[in-house]
């Protein structure tokens, strides 16, 4: 409150500084409409945009932010936003490789970078003048926004950008790449508009896409992952889409503008980094945040937002659950061709080990079984010596009960022709039983 006091003081000690030659926003004019608060290799930024078809005045107004502490930046020079344009403020200037230049530099926002953060934007009311604020005008909010890191997901190294639906606003995680330096890529799409973008894309409706493989129990030292699977004939993006892990922990990962699957095809997911040393597979991914529990029960989710801002559910799966399949480890559990679809898969009992054909090796030389982004396999492991046994008992059993017994009782006297008969029957699995008479 005392930043934001300080900064009217100055506005009224310097009027000419607001000498724009354009109307000061009115709330719905201009918004906060992407921010990088977390960054890896550029400054903080924070982008403003005009939605109007006039030109707007920024000198004046007052960014401030209310996260832990209270922080504010007066614009206190003539700046002006241009119709549909947009106005990066920063704390510094970008490095040459982004492409991007500051219109304004503020080192007095400082950005929370966890936990919940609000950014406003507040400027002078017109009052019916278009360059000099008189002593009577108050300063009024035009737009804030909030987001919460550790709630949300976000990532380190993506800016944060608000699509208006309506009334609503979504903070969203982006995941456009506008610069890199020494293999550090930072995310964002500081002036331009990412919103419109996501539009265009085509995203999958609930059951478009489903979860067909999952490794709960890796040896340790080696990484979870998931795989899914698109089931229409579209490629499908899954900007701004995210996984979560439902109701019993609440932690979720978005996903960047640059995960797309194939028609009728995979796509993996590892956790942490790739999934084997060599490097990812051209179909797979990293996430972050979310981990499967071994025993207890759990639950995924894959959640999109559609153009209307609605986030809807895709699909969703519990596993491990006590009553049906529990971990194994080192084997994946894969859901089989023939439960494709989004109502199957909500069944464990349409799920199957992976078959020790299966192999593959990750960070530790102990193998481990399942189809990561490729054809499951659905077959179980090797039954135990003991159980393969019992299980041919059983067969025996069975086949004599569906009548699989020859009688050759025309025969008996032919002594010759029943032991080369019996000699073919043991041969072939079959039980002769002669009758008398």
């Known amino acids: 409150m005392k930043s934001l006091l300080f900064a009217l003081f100055c506005i009224l000690m310097n009027p000419a500084a607001l000498m724009a030659g354009g ?22 930024w924070i982008e403003i945009r005009n939605l109007s078809d006039n030109e707007l005045s920024l000198s004046g107004c007052v960014l401030s932010d209310g996260g832990t502490s209270d922080h504010s930046c007066l614009i206190d020079t003539a700046r002006r936003l241009q119709p549909d344009g947009f106005f990066i403020i920063s704390k510094g200037d970008f490095p040459g490789n982004s492409g991007v230049t500051k219109n304004f530099a503020c080192k007095g926002i400082v950005l929370a970078n966890s936990g919940l953060e609000e950014v406003r934007l507040e400027c002078p009311s017109n009052d019916g003048k278009r360059e000099l604020l008189p002593e009577t005008s108050q300063i009024k909010e035009i737009d804030s926004v909030h987001f919460d890191f550790d709630k949300q997901g976000f990532s380190k190294g993506h800016s944060i950008f608000f699509c208006p639906f309506g009334q609503i606003k979504f903070a969203l995680q982006s995941g456009a790449v506008f610069m890199e330096s020494y293999g550090e890529k930072e995310g964002g799409t500081p002036g331009w508009d990412e919103c ?20 709960i129990a890796p040896e340790a030292g080696n990484g979870e992952w998931f795989e899914i699977y698109n089931l229409t004939g579209d490629e499908m993006f899954l900007a701004n889409c995210r996984f979560s892990e439902g109701k019993f922990s609440k932690e979720f990962y978005f996903l ?77 559990l894969e859901l089989c061709a023939a439960s494709f679809d989004a109502a199957s898969n909500d069944s464990m009992e349409q799920w199957q080990y992976a078959g020790e054909a299966d192999v593959y090796h990750s960070y ?22 003991e159980q393969v046994e019992s299980q041919e008992t059983v067969e025996n059993e069975s086949l004599s009960n569906r009548g699989f017994i020859c009688s050759f009782s025309e025969f008996a006297d032919s002594g010759a022709l029943i032991s080369a008969l019996a000699l073919l029957a043991l041969l072939l699995g079959i039980r002769i039983v002669a009758k008398k008479g």
């Open 196 to 215: 419109e973008m996501l539009t265009d894309l085509r995203r999958p409706s609930a059951g478009e896409v489903i979860f067909t493989e999952i490794m």
């Open 256 to 332: 960047g503008n640059d995960v797309k699957i194939e028609p009728h095809s995979y796509a993996l997911f590892s956790n942490g980094r790739c999934l084997k040393p060599d490097g990812c597979a051209e179909n797979e991914f990293i996430y972050e945040k979310i981990s499967f529990g071994n025993e207890a029960p759990g639950e995924i989710m894959l959640l999109c937002h559609a153009n209307d801002g609605n986030e809807i559910e895709i699909d969703r799966i519990s596993y491990n659950i006590v009553e049906n399949k529990k971990a194994r480890k080192k084997y994946s």
């Open 364 to 385: 530790s030389p102990a193998a481990h079984f399942g189809t990561p982004g490729k054809k499951n396999g659905c077959v179980l492991p090797p039954t135990p010596v």
């Open 23 to 44: 109307l000061f926003p009115e709330p719905g004019d201009a918004i906060i409409s992407e921010v990088m608060a977390n960054p890896l290799i550029g400054p903080e």
